[in-house]
């Protein structure tokens, strides 16, 4: 079945390092690649998404890559911040189908 | 207020007994899913539902029932064949169409077996 997979499991990086987190897919259908974050007791919230018409996308610090052909899409934070700290899904879609989760990573920014 | 409620946040249940997890929401969404939150496995599909009257297994069904008789409220039942209920629940839903579009997040029901 469809599955996605993410890593690493945890991330440490310095304050204003830069951190990166990669996922890939397995469906072939899927078009749609949203990032999550989640901070300690709080709902998932959308950060960045990319659709599979587009390889690039920024939104200030935060852009996200997208690979068709070896689908891969990662997340990328520049100059991080203590707030940045939190748990970071991936997930993949096709249309009007399900929701696929990554399984998380544990971003800690070191002061 | 706009969004998406799940209810109760926490909720304990007797070994045995089926439990019934409350998920509304009011941005006028097709797309309805539950998931559940282990520590450091993500978030995995129990059932979704793309349209009012139709839902479909996730990865974990086995031991969940779920109804979507109104299209604000997909409600999951925890039954006693689930073998370890304890988690984190958590309720989305999201427009459809031709393209996927962001997923809302409800708070979360923390289910503790007792």
């Known amino acids: 079945g469809e599955n996605v997979e993410q890593h690493p499991s945890t991330l440490s990086v310095q304050e204003g390092d830069s951190a990166v987190i990669k996922c890939t897919y397995s469906?072939?259908?899927?078009?749609?690649f949203p990032w999550y974050k989640q901070e300690l007791g709080k709902r998932p919230q959308l950060i960045i998404d990319?659709?599979?018409?587009?390889g690039e996308k920024k939104d200030q610090r935060i852009a996200v890559t997208l690979n068709k052909t070896a689908k891969h899409f990662s997340l990328h934070i520049t100059e991080t911040q203590p707030e940045d700290s939190a748990v970071y899904f991936c997930?993949?879609?096709?249309?009007?189908?399900?929701?696929?989760f990554g399984s998380g990573t544990r971003l800690s920014i070191r002061p | 207020d706009g969004g998406i409620t799940q209810s109760p946040k926490y909720l304990f249940r007797k070994e045995g007994q089926n439990v019934t997890l409350s998920c509304e929401q009011n941005?006028?969404?097709?797309?309805m899913y539950w998931y559940r939150q282990d520590p450091g496995q993500g978030l995995r599909l129990i059932y979704y539902?793309?349209?009012?009257?139709?839902?479909q297994k996730g990865d974990i069904a086995e031991g969940y029932s779920v109804s979507r008789e109104k299209k604000e409220s997909f409600p999951l039942t925890v039954t006693s064949a689930q073998k370890n209920p304890t988690a984190f629940y958590l309720c989305?839903?999201?427009?459809?169409?031709?393209?996927?579009?962001?997923?809302?997040f409800g708070q979360g029901t923390r289910l503790t077996v007792v």
């Open positions: 989305a839903s999201s427009a459809t169409g031709h393209l996927n579009t962001e997923a809302f």
């Open positions: 469906d072939s259908a899927s078009n749609y």
């Open positions: 990319i659709r599979s018409n587009v």
């Open positions: 997930a993949a879609s096709s249309s009007a189908s399900k929701i696929i």
């Open positions: 941005l006028n969404h097709d797309a």
């Open positions: 539902s793309q349209i009012v009257n139709d839902f």
